[in-house]
């Protein structure tokens, strides 16, 4: 089946830091991709998707490209304020049947002034 | 903006009650989720619903858990005797054909 690898956490980073956050995906098919954040106590916002290869996703400073090459879809920001600090979830979509969302473990990010 | 709205925000019961868990998806949606995360943990899926019937379930969506759509706008999950480990965040999601979803607040359930 369907699934999504994140890199562990958690991540403690400065204030102006630069941010990656890994995350790879193992699909059947040709999957859209999405990474979310959620703030602590709130629900799962939608932060940047991409739905096919080399499409590149950004919002807010932060980006993502879909790399069919290597199943990759990280996570970038270039310089992370204390207010990026949350949970950060990678998921997919595959539009076959259900369509359902499969979710990566979650890294949780701590930005420090 | 549409959202998708859940109802409670926090539910607390004993254990072997009963529990509604409900959620307005966006009107013009036809796709419908249900997940849960456990406190710290990854979102899993539970169920999807469209066209009036369950297209897949986990196998977290054991016969204690069901869903309806009763009225065309309200999407409900229900555990007919919750357990101590049914205790996490409940999650709504809808979507139309080949987009991303979109998630509701969520709705803690605490059982004691």
């Known amino acids: 089946g369907d699934s999504v690898t994140q890199m562990e956490g958690p991540v403690t980073l400065s204030e102006e830091a630069f941010l990656t956050i890994n995350c790879t995906y193992t699909?059947?098919?040709?999957?859209?991709l999405f990474w979310y954040v959620q703030y602590p106590g709130e629900g799962l916002q939608l932060l940047l998707k991409?739905?096919?290869?080399?499409d590149k996703g950004s919002n807010k400073g932060f980006e993502a490209t879909y790399r069919k090459e290597t199943t990759s879809f990280h996570l970038e920001k270039g310089s992370v304020q204390v207010s990026d600090s949350a949970v950060y979830f990678c998921a997919l979509i595959e539009y076959t049947n259900a369509g359902k969302s499969t979710f990566g473990d979650g890294t949780t990010l701590t930005v420090k002034p | 903006e549409p959202e998708v709205t859940q109802t409670p925000s926090h539910q607390v019961t004993q254990m072997g009650q009963e529990v509604i868990l409900r959620c307005v998806p966006i009107?013009?949606?036809?796709?419908f989720y249900w997940y849960r995360q456990i406190l710290g943990q990854k979102v899993e899926f539970l169920v999807s619903?469209?066209?009036?019937?369950?297209?897949?379930k986990s196998e977290i969506f054991d016969d204690q858990f069901s869903v309806e759509r009763p009225d065309g706008s309200n999407f409900t999950l229900k555990i007919r005797s919750t357990k101590l480990e049914d205790s996490a965040m409940y999650f709504c999601a809808s979507r139309v054909d080949r987009a991303e979803q979109y998630f509701g607040p969520g709705t803690r359930l605490t059982v004691t």
């Open positions: 619903f469209y066209n009036n019937e369950i297209s897949e």
């Open positions: 991409a739905t096919k290869a080399d």
């Open positions: 009107s013009n949606h036809l796709y």
């Open positions: 699909a059947t098919g040709y999957p859209s």
